[in-house]
């Protein structure tokens, strides 16, 4: 029974050695992401907002870990081999270094293109939000499963970085909307506020890094059995 708590549950799970729960939990999130991926998409060109735009690349990126997810969930059910999770969050870790370079870059594309990017914050406004609700229903589906392996926490970190992308979005809007009523230019909060989650991403990445390579260490002393805090 080596190492059975690494896999996902729900806790109402009563059959641990041979339940879907974690693939049907990500399917779910999956599904709603690219529901979220379609609305940004739709929302950004009919606002012409860039950040809206930017953000549905940070979605698409998710859903790339969350496929991840349910692929590597998928073959450790029918192998009963959980070393695929540390492949799948390496991947997964992977996927949230290129996030915060495409926010980077795209923060410094607005610094330098402020003038061009006229916004229309009342969609811009309405897509972020319910962007943003729709995020917390896939950060709670995820947090429900016993999480026991980076991969996972890499997948939570991926949702939760983009309910904070939404959150900018959202004050951005709404400040540039507040400016443009009083006649000042406010878009530079937009990019601003980009910088700081992308380095929030990266800091995270770092963390989960970290976990997996004392995991390595682990594994190497053969002490693979992982104990459940």
Known sequence: MN???????????????????EFRSYTKVLLLGVFILLLEIGGGIISNSLALLADAGHVATDLGALTTGLFVSYIVR????????????????????????????????????????????????????????LNRVQHQILH???????????????????????????????????????GVDLRIVDSVLSFGIAIWIVWQAYLLINELNAGDHEHASSHHNHHHH
């Open 3 to 21: 190492g059975r708590c690494v896999v996902n549950h729900l806790e109402s799970c009563t059959t641990p050695e041979s339940c879907w729960c």
């Open 78 to 133: 029918r192998t009963k081999n959980e070393q695929f999770y540390r492949a799948g969050g390496w991947i997964v870790i992977g996927l949230l270094l290129v996030v915060a370079v495409w926010i980077f870059v795209e923060a410094i594309d607005r610094l330098w293109h402020l003038d061009t990017h006229e916004v229309q914050g009342g969609w811009m406004l309405i897509v972020a939000a319910i962007g943003a609700v």
């Open 144 to 182: 429900r499963l016993d999480s026991g392996h980076a991969m996972h926490r890499g997948l939570i970190v991926h949702v939760h970085s983009d309910y904070l992308q939404s959150i900018v979005v959202i004050i951005g809007a709404g400040i540039i909307v507040l400016g443009s009523w009083a």
